[in-house]
């Protein structure tokens, strides 16, 4: 079973940075680098919002309201995924989730913009 562990997140004020990370943990035997893994974003009462992906190609693509702040990396050696994200606004509160593969998710880290 995939266990994927965000962290990284926390309280920044308005145009602030922050950068997060998801650690692939279990099982030792995926290829990281050619494994497909995304940021997704969840606000309650809102639909749960893809961020940006990267494919097992290592294709890149991001929502329309990220594109250009946020940055989406990955780091084979410590089998890492990242989100760096810039120009934070207060709508980009909620729970950040890394999903890995087709269907495997961490638990979500909080990220709160709020002066």
């Known amino acids: 079973q995939v266990r994927l562990v965000e962290s990284g997140g926390g309280l920044v004020e308005p145009g602030g940075s922050l950068t997060l990370s998801c650690a692939l943990q279990e099982p030792s035997g995926i290829f990281f680098g050619l494994y497909p893994m995304a940021w997704y974003r969840q606000v309650p009462g809102q639909q749960r919002e893809l961020l940006a992906n990267?494919?097992?190609?290592?294709?890149?693509d991001y929502a329309d309201s990220v594109r250009g702040r946020f940055t989406i990396s990955k780091d084979s050696a410590k089998k890492t995924l990242y989100l760096h994200m810039d120009k934070l606004t207060p709508d980009d509160t909620g729970v950040y989730l890394c999903?890995?593969?087709?269907?495997?998710w961490g638990q979500g880290t909080q990220v709160t913009v709020s002066s």
């Open positions: 990267i494919t097992g190609m290592s294709h890149i």
């Open positions: 999903k890995g593969g087709r269907s495997s």
